[in-house]
């Protein structure tokens, strides 16, 4: 089994900043792919920013320049800095790896919980 625990969302005033983490645990060989995504009420979840094994990073349009994506060395963490928030940035963010298992050895897609951002003042 593999786990993935978010944290690190809240609520917070616009033009304000937070981190979130996404913890990976578990039956892992590798990891090839970790990304950021979003789902807002009433909205279909999009990405928001990836990175992957080799370092190469993606963004959405609309959090260019505001929201960093980065790792630790050992895979076992991954984070988003997000600054400037904004209202319309205000969604619950989960965290989906490509995980290579050790046993049975085979790639499959995990997500976390997820973690709500809420953007208001």
């Known amino acids: 089994q593999v786990q993935l625990v978010e944290s690190g969302g809240g609520l917070v005033q616009p033009g304000g900043s937070l981190r979130l983490s996404c913890a990976a645990s578990g039956n892992i060989a590798s990891i090839n792919y970790m990304g950021w995504y979003r789902q807002a009420p009433g909205k279909q979840r999009e990405l928001v920013a990836s990175i992957t094994s080799g370092g190469n990073t993606n963004y959405a349009d609309s959090v260019k320049g505001r929201f960093t994506i980065s790792r630790d060395k050992g895979w076992n963490t991954l984070y988003l800095q997000m600054n400037s928030l904004k209202p319309e940035d205000t969604a619950v963010y989960s965290c989906?790896?490509?995980?290579?298992?050790?046993?049975?050895?085979?790639?499959?897609?995990?997500w976390g919980q997820g973690t709500q951002v809420t953007v208001s003042s």
């Open positions: 989906k790896a490509v995980v290579i298992t050790i046993v049975p050895l085979d790639s499959n897609d995990y």
